[in-house]
Nanobody, 125 residues
Framework: QVQLAESGGGLVQPGGSLRISCKAS????????MAWFRHVPGKEREFVAT????????YYGDSVQGRFTASVDNAKNTGYLQMNNLKPEDTAAYYC??????????????????WGQGTQVTVSS
């Protein structure tokens, strides 16, 4: 099993920056890809970014391209999402997810078999 725990969410003003973290524990050697999704009540969960656990290669959703940076630190078993130039529409609960033991379609949430509990990011003046 793999356990994921997000942290670092909070309140930030438009144009500001925030970094959130996803600490992985358990059978972390099984992780192939770590992803970030976000969710607003009443809306569909939206793909944000992925990082390859081994290589660090990344892929981003159109809405965050150029503003967000995903990364992994395998020594700490932690993934990060650096969010810059935040906008009010970025307000959401952010969830990290992991695909373990399998190759997945990166942008589809059903391709990930482990999820964290979420951390709230609110962008407001």
């Amino acid at each position: 099993q793999v356990q994921l725990a997000e942290s670092g969410g909070g309140l930030v003003q438009p144009g500001g920056s925030l970094r959130i973290s996803c600490k992985a524990s358990g059978q972390t050697s099984r992780i192939l890809v770590m992803a970030w999704f976000r969710h607003v009540p009443g809306k569909e969960r939206e793909f944000v970014a992925t990082s390859n656990w081994s290589t660090g290669s990344t892929y981003y959703g159109d809405s965050v391209q150029g503003r967000f940076t995903a990364s992994v630190d395998n020594a700490k078993n932690t993934g990060y999402l650096q969010m810059n130039n935040l906008k009010p529409e970025d307000t959401a609960a952010y969830y990290c997810a992991a695909a373990a033991d399998q190759i997945t379609v990166l942008t589809i949430q059903s391709g990930y078999n482990y999820w964290g509990q979420g951390t709230q990011v609110t962008v407001s003046s």
